[in-house]
């Protein structure tokens, strides 16, 4: 290996990226495909490496690419390696993806349950059998699960601001699990009294782990939002842009595609819409409008 792929690999490793992180379709000395890199955030897949091996192989047989996911724990830091070019694309949240527009291009958003919508979730243990609403929970301990989340934090804090209620104050604790599942671990525990979670996420829980689930309940559901989107880097070029965004919107054309979509909770992948997050730009203008 060259002296410059040596500091260029260094470089790299010291951000815990995997190697190679190349632009789409820009082919590697000695690799016969290209390399994409691809950035999730610790939902429920974090515990589900077979699950990702699996779409890697499925997209990267239709891309002819290397397909590699690169997970991390928080929105920000994905969000970070897509604004510097070291992802290719990424399954982000719509509160960042309404927000860093400079930095991410729209490549697909999830089809769930016939639309590319989701709800909010508040959660709160069985033996709560009275809340209904986060504006209930007022000197309790509430579990947020990223500050980037638009379920996990915009609509539980604009909720409460709606009310005429400043977050910041509200509750006797409050704070960050960043993964929504570790939202529902902390309200089962005890650690927390209620939490707010995707709503997708919690369902998909509740359907492959339930007894994760049978001893808490949902005390109320958000209005739908859009679906936590797949995005681009903004410096992606447009052929490497086409050729995962068709790989992403036909996987339930084939058995493999069909296979992780399945295990995915997911129906499929539509590859535009966005006025479907104009209901999160409002939440995001609600947010910017006074104290939290």
Not at 18 to 32: D, M, R, T
Not at 128 to 149: E, G
Not at 169 to 181: D, G, I, L, N, Q
Request: neutral net charge; hydrophobic residues 40%.
């Amino acid at each position: 290996m060259s002296p410059i792929r040596n500091i260029r690999r260094r470089q790299l490793l010291r951000f815990g990226i995997s190697v190679p992180l190349l632009s789409c379709f820009k082919f590697a000395a000695g690799n016969e495909n290209p390399a994409v890199a691809f950035g999730t955030t610790a939902v429920f897949l974090d515990n589900e490496i077979n699950l990702l091996h699996r779409w890697s192989r499925e997209l990267g047989g239709v891309c002819s690419a290397d397909v590699q996911f690169v997970q991390r724990n928080s929105y920000q830091e994905i969000d970070d390696l897509l604004a510097d070019s070291r992802l290719d694309v990424a399954w982000v949240c719509g509160f960042p993806y309404v927000t860093h527009l400079q930095t991410m291009r729209l490549m697909a958003i999830p089809d769930y349950q016939g639309q590319p919508l989701y709800h909010s979730y508040l959660i709160v243990p069985k033996s709560d059998s009275r809340t209904t609403h986060i504006t209930q929970l007022q000197d309790r301990v509430f579990a947020f699960s990223d500050p980037q989340s638009n379920s996990g934090f915009l609509v539980p804090t604009t909720e409460l601001m709606r009310a005429g209620i400043r977050p910041s104050t509200f509750f006797k604790k409050s704070f960050f699990t960043y993964a929504h599942r570790k939202v529902v671990d902390a309200v089962t525990t005890g650690i927390a009294d209620a939490g707010e979670i995707d709503g997708y996420v919690y369902d998909t829980i509740e359907k492959q782990y339930p007894e994760r689930t049978r001893d808490i309940r949902v005390a109320w559901r958000s209005p739908q939002y859009g679906f936590p989107p797949i995005v681009a880097r903004r410096s992606l070029d447009e052929e490497s842009f086409l050729r995962i965004q068709h790989a992403l919107v036909n996987m339930k054309d084939s058995p493999a595609g069909r296979d992780v979509l399945q295990r995915l909770n997911l129906d499929g992948f539509v590859p535009d819409g966005d006025k479907v997050f104009d209901g999160i730009r409002h939440l995001v203008t609600i947010l910017n409008s006074g104290p939290a």
